[in-house]
């Protein structure tokens, strides 16, 4: 899985970087099939405690998908963290879906030859 983590408006920091490397890398924890990850972090200059100021959008390359997540918050730290947990719990749904689609119970199919 590739990371990838860039700024717009704003010097990237080391320790910005890696807290979204930390944060990524949890997305890794659902399965290992997953492509890519990449963070877009955008700082919009107003007023200090505007809660747009701050913008992170996070695209997971799931196989057959591309899962984008755009975020906002009053500091860059937690607009990563609040990201990162709408991520899991995207490509979470993603993959249960696809692994619900795929199982069909013995008394599904039974049922539906008897309704035929």
Do not use: C, W
């Amino acid at each position: 899985m590739t990371i990838t983590v860039d700024a717009k408006n704003f010097k990237l920091t080391q320790a910005l970087r890696e807290y979204a490397h930390i944060q990524a890398n949890k997305l890794s924890k659902l399965s290992k099939k997953l492509q890519y990850v990449s963070i877009y972090l955008e700082n919009i200059p107003k007023h200090d405690n505007d809660k747009f100021a701050n913008t992170v959008t996070i695209e997971v390359g799931v196989p057959g998908k591309r899962v984008v997540i755009k975020t906002h918050g009053i500091d860059m730290y937690g607009a990563i963290t609040m990201g990162a947990r709408l991520a899991l719990r995207r490509v979470r749904k993603t993959y249960e879906k696809r692994r619900d689609k795929r199982r069909v119970g013995i008394e599904d199919v039974a049922l539906a030859t008897l309704v035929v």
